[in-house]
């Protein structure tokens, strides 16, 4: 008879630590999802801002090398037409050369500047990357650890 309370007292003692593997697992899978949706939502806003980035460029890059052009009064004005039709005004306004030349620097400036500011946010999102990576293996390892010794 004490054997079979002996049975029945390690089978209780199995299914709390069964339970107590269940819950750590729970939690590591919790911890992993909770990783992974942040490296997403980082990933996201770094997207984002890379494409941001990239549409200021392209205006910067399309103004700079946009030629004077006529547009037909009849034909509906598109942003690239507006932005030209500004410059071309902007270009009137101005009376020198050395005008001209000041303001393509300033402009070349600023694309520089913002390519600059897009490879550095590139190369941010990368460290995040690898930084969220590194956490979400550790949580897996974590896990593992727990698993083996249950």
């Known amino acids: 008879m004490s054997d ?5 007292n390690e089978i209780q003692d199995l299914k709390r630590q069964l339970q107590a593997a269940q819950q750590s697992q729970e939690a590591a899978n ?9 490296y997403e ?16 460029l392209d205006q910067l890059q399309f103004a700079s090398s946009q030629e004077s052009a006529q547009q037909d009064l009849h034909q ?7 932005v030209s039709s500004e410059i071309e005004q902007r270009v009137e ?18 694309r520089d500047r913002l390519a600059q500011e897009l490879e550095t946010e590139k190369a941010q999102h990368i460290q995040t990357r690898q930084n969220l990576s590194m956490a979400l293996g550790d949580a897996v390892d974590m896990l593992t650890k727990l698993k083996s010794q249950d």
């Open 76 to 82: 509906p004005i598109s942003d690239a037409a507006i």
């Open 30 to 38: 919790a911890s992993a999802d909770n990783w992974r949706k942040r």
């Open 4 to 8: 079979v309370v002996q049975w029945l």
């Open 93 to 110: 306004q101005m009376n020198t050369i050395a005008e001209l030349k000041a303001q393509l620097i300033q402009v070349w400036s600023e």
């Open 41 to 56: 939502i980082e990933a996201q806003q770094r997207r984002q801002e890379v494409e941001s980035m990239q549409q200021t």
